[in-house]
């Protein structure tokens, strides 16, 4: 996941930027090719580079678009392993030509395609985004009153742990995730600790052990995301999202808005005329699509390449649509 400003800490220098978009080159399958067309359809693709976001749920989005392009168009398709602000930034430098999954960031809309025009908004994706705080289903039901926020301070000991610093413990993800968990504990005086864990897997596993054995647990999590598959995590409510209550970062006290997430690709991408321009707007699914794909990536082991192909020959239909208009 996490799956938003899934995340913002902050714009490197340029400098720094520039190597990290070049050290990170040799993302998930970068350069990969897979058996492709021969003739014109090869000749007009290109080579493109996609990025490829810290969460399962977006690499399997990725994923697929990169082996359809590989597969049905011919192109040469670069994966680079970034995190969504770099992956920004990549418009600006020529690194990045399309992010699959976008979250938000209107700070990072206006900077690259409102004012520097190099990038451009590609429209749905059809995943619908929700990101917030989840208790497991266990605790849910031992105390139903939690899903209220207002009821936190007074089970805030339960959450207590060895890592907490005495007050209840509030984990998080990938610290480049959009979350605004340190402006919620602090702007509605809850009685938590702000703690990272550095990843999707390790709010995974945390949330499966709080289940399994028990445990207190309040969290940042995200849909899509296929382990509610598994564990249906119960979200919490704080005040109701209103338009720029959001606006000061340092000043949030509401909840998350609902996320159309989107497409978003470089300029030079838009106006190349390639077919890999034209795949990268028609593509769309659903949750329930990208669930199953990182479901397999995530379960079953899967190299998220396989998944992607046992996705694609079984979705012949969707990716016919998505080719449509190709030359």
Avoid at 52 to 67: F, H, I, L, Q
Avoid at 124 to 136: A, E, F, L
Avoid at 282 to 308: C, G, L, R, S, Y
Wanted: hydrophobic residues 40%.
């Amino acid at each position: 996941m996490s799956k938003v400003s899934k995340r913002g800490l902050g714009i490197a220098v340029s400098a720094v930027v520039a190597l990290m978009l070049s050290a990170c080159g040799g993302g998930v399958n970068n350069a990969a090719t897979s058996a492709a067309p021969t003739g014109a359809a090869l000749a007009d693709c290109g080579t493109w580079s996609v990025a490829m976001n810290p969460w399962v749920g977006y690499t399997a989005s990725a994923s697929v678009v990169a082996e359809v392009a590989r597969q049905k168009l011919g192109c040469t398709i670069n994966q680079k392993d970034l995190d969504e602000q770099v992956s920004w930034q990549g418009f600006q430098s020529g690194e990045v030509d399309l992010v699959v999954e976008n979250w938000g960031h209107p700070d990072l809309v206006k900077k690259y395609i409102t004012d520097a025009n190099v990038a451009v908004d590609l429209g749905s994706q059809g995943n619908q985004g929700i990101i917030g705080y989840y208790v497991p289903p266990w605790f849910a039901k031992a105390h139903p009153d939690v899903t209220d926020w207002k009821n936190l301070n007074k089970y805030a000991d339960l959450f207590k742990n060895a890592e907490s610093k005495g007050k209840g413990d509030w984990i998080e993800g990938d610290p480049s995730y959009v979350t605004n968990g340190k402006a919620l504990v602090k702007n509605l005086k809850l009685n938590f600790n702000v703690r990272f864990l550095g990843s999707e897997a390790a709010l995974i596993e945390a949330f499966r052990a709080a289940e399994t054995n028990q445990k207190a647990v309040i969290g940042y999590f995200y849909e899509p995301q296929w382990f509610l598959n598994e564990v249906p995590l119960v979200k919490v409510n704080f005040p109701a999202y209103t338009d720029g209550c959001d606006a000061d970062p340092a000043k949030v006290a509401c909840d998350y808005p609902p996320y159309p997430l989107n497409k978003v690709a470089s300029k030079k991408l838009v106006d190349s005329g390639s077919n890999f321009a034209i795949l990268a707007k028609n593509f769309k699914w659903t949750n329930d699509d990208q669930n199953a794909v990182a479901k397999d990536i995530e379960v079953n082991k899967m190299d998220p390449k396989a998944a992607a192909d046992k996705w694609i020959a079984a979705n012949p239909d969707k990716v016919a649509a998505w080719l449509q208009g190709t030359k």
